[in-house]
C-alpha cells in the first residue's frame, strides 16, 4: 500500500544572504515543498537516504557500501538508487543484479559501478544497483521484492518518505563559512539538519578546530551523531615502488594526499582534475610517461576499465582502497533501528 506521509519540517533561519543566494534558496525551497506535499510513504520497505548538505566530497558512497554490507550479510535483499551522475544513459538503467553487472561506467557513471563491483567483490549477489532521476520508478520496477531500500543523496527529495535521513559532514568544511549556492558548495542552511535522523561526522581526525565547532552546533540542535574517519583497506595490487603518481579526479583530492602521504608513499608528481573528471587518452599517456606506478582512487579506477590504453598498462596503475570506519558502531546501528 501506498499512502502520503509527511512528517519532515523544513524551515530557515532569517539570515542575510546574498542575492543569488536568496533566488537559490527561494526555488529550493518550493521544489522540496512540492516534493513534500506528495511524498509518497512504501509501508512495507525499510528506505534510508545517505546525503549531505553540501556538493560532493563527504564520503557517501563508502557509507553506501558499508550500509549495504551490513544488510546484505543479514540476508537481507538491498535496492541502491542513485542519479548516475555523469552516467550517459537515458530513462532508468538496472546496473547490477544477482552479482553481475551489465553496463559501464561511462554509462551509469562511476559511482552506481563502484557500488556494484564493491558488493561482488564482498561476494553478494542478493542485491541491485539502479539508476534513474525518478527514483520512485526504480523502486516500482526494480525494488519489488527488495526489504531494504538506500536512496543516494536524496535529502533534499523527500518525495519517496524515508525511515532513516543520515547526513555526511566532512569537518574540513568550516562551518564559520557557509555559503550557499550558487556563491558556495552548500545546498541548505546548516539549519536543514534538523531534518536529519542521524549525522556523521567523516574524515574528523583532518581538522580538529572544525570537529569541535561542528560537535558544538549538532549538540545545539540536540541532534544523534557519530564520527567517522576513512582509512586505508587496502592497495591493490601491492605497491612495491614507493615513489608513485597520483592521480585524482574526486570531491577531495586533499583527504586522499593525506591518506597516501600518511603510508609513507613518496608523491613525485600529482595530477588533480574535477570530480567525476572524464580521463582522455592524452592524459593518461602523460601519466604513463614517468615510468612509475599510478595510484588512483577505486572511483577514479573504474573510469579507466574500459580504456584501451589502460588495459595495455594495467601492471602501472594502482587502486588505493578506502573504508569508513564508524565509531560507537553498535550505538550508530542502534539508532539506525530505533
Known amino acids: ?10 524551515n530557515f533561519p532569517e539570515k542575510q ?29 525499510f528506505i534510508i537516504s545517505i546525503g549531505n548538505i553540501t556538493t560532493g566530497g563527504t564520503g557517501k558512497t563508502p557509507l553506501t557500501i558499508f550500509l549495504a554490507d551490513y544488510f546484505l550479510k543479514l540476508n537481507k535483499k538491498v535496492l541502491i538508487c542513485l542519479r548516475g551522475y555523469k552516467g550517459s544513459f537515458k530513462g532508468d538503467l538496472l546496473v547490477s543484479d544477482k552479482g553481475k553487472i551489465f553496463t559501464t561506467p561511462y554509462i551509469s557513471g ?4 563502484l557500488i556494484a563491483f564493491k558488493l561482488i ?22 525494488g519489488k ?37 550558487p556563491i558556495g558548495k552548500y545546498r541548505e542552511p546548516i539549519e536543514a539538519l534538523l531534518r536529519a535522523d542521524i549525522i556523521v561526522l567523516t574524515r574528523i581526525k583532518e581538522n580538529q578546530e572544525n570537529l569541535k565547532k561542528w560537535e558544538a552546533i549538532i549538540n545545539k ?16 595490487p601491492p605497491l612495491k615502488d614507493k615513489n608513485v603518481i597520483l592521480i585524482s579526479g574526486i570531491g577531495n583530492p586533499d583527504s586522499f594526499i593525506k591518506a597516501v602521504e600518511k603510508e609513507n608513499i613518496n608523491i613525485i608528481k600529482k595530477y ?37 590504453i589502460y588495459l595495455q598498462n ?11 570506519k564508524i565509531y560507537s558502531l553498535n550505538q550508530f546501528i542502534e539508532q539506525i533501528y530505533s
Open 121 to 142: 567483490e564482498k561476494q553478494h549477489t542478493n542485491f541491485k544497483v539502479a539508476c534513474g532521476k525518478k527514483r520512485q520508478n526504480l523502486i516500482e520496477k526494480y
Open 17 to 45: 544572504y546574498s542575492l543569488l543566494e536568496k533566488i537559490y534558496l527561494y526555488f529550493h525551497k518550493k521544489v522540496f515543498e512540492n516534493r513534500l506535499k506528495k511524498q509518497i510513504y512504501l509501508d512495507d520497505k
Open 221 to 236: 540542535l540536540n541532534k544523534a551523531y557519530f564520527k567517522s574517519e576513512h582509512i586505508k583497506e587496502d592497495i591493490i
Open 1 to 10: 500500500m501506498v499512502i502520503i506521509k509527511s512528517y519532515m519540517n523544513y
Open 110 to 113: 562511476d559511482e552506481p559501478y
Open 145 to 181: 521484492d527488495c526489504d531494504i531500500i538506500l536512496l543516494d543523496d536524496a535529502f533534499q527529495n523527500p518525495l519517496i518518505a524515508r525511515n532513516k535521513d543520515i547526513v555526511l559532514i566532512d569537518v574540513n568544511d568550516n562551518p564559520d563559512n557557509i555559503k550557499l549556492i
Open 314 to 324: 594495467k601492471s602501472y596503475f594502482y587502486r588505493f582502497v578506502i573504508t569508513i
Open 272 to 308: 588533480i582534475y574535477k570530480d567525476h573528471h572524464s580521463f582522455t587518452n592524452l592524459e593518461i599517456q602523460n601519466w604513463l610517461k614517468h615510468k612509475k606506478p599510478i595510484l588512483l582512487t577505486e572511483k577514479d579506477w573504474v573510469r579507466l576499465l574500459y580504456n584501451p
